[in-house]
């Protein structure tokens, strides 16, 4: 029949304009580029960003190399001149390019090291704690000469706490340094008990209970220029 054939016919056209299920499963020709074009541009993306980090390495390094001579020109100049603002001619010396040995405020210089000594008293334990607030230990003497020196700064009238003390009944002395005391050089006078500590007097030392009060001297190193 004609309506058979005809019906038959159009199904037949029907069927033929579906895309086939094979196309459906797999990935359309347009996602596919899509695809590689966001692959290529993530690539060039990284290629630009080595590029920008080589730069700045190439150029760091080279204006290192370049400012390695014109730097250390500079640096001795600034030096040289807080030399002439900072430094007294007569512990320095008049020649060029001498160095001299810088101190804190009220503080005095000797030899490469800072000494400060205090106006008030107070005990032995404040007072290495005050050293401490300023960055420096409490006086440690290492020779004869700096004895000498701590005298004509203290007028060796007076009592001075300095950074040595005995923790024991063994007679063992110790710098707050960690070094013990040469006792040779330094014989202390006085009893010695667990609670002593030494105090400076003209050109020796004497033990003192560490509750006792009296001035005491602080010591750091100087900055060299």
Partial sequence: MEDENGYAIMTKRIISTQPSQHRSQGSPPVFDGYKVAVGVLGAVCVLLVLAVIAQHVWGFQAGQASCSGKCDIQQEAFISRLRQSLCDPARSGPAVGARCALCPKDWQAHKGKCYWDSKRSQIWNASQKD????????????????????????????????????????????????????????????????????VVKGNRINSETCSAEFKWICQKDAVTV
Avoid: Y
């Fill in 131 to 198: 050293c401490e607030l300023r960055n420096s230990q409490m006086l440690v003497i290492q020779d004869q000469e700096e004895m000498d020196f701590i005298n004509t700064i203290t007028d060796g009238t007076n009592h001075i706490w300095i950074g040595l003390n005995n923790t024991s009944h063994t007679g063992n002395w110790t710098w707050v340094d960690g070094s013990p005391l040469n006792q040779t050089l330094f014989p202390v006078s006085g009893p010695v008990a667990s609670n002593s500590c030494g």
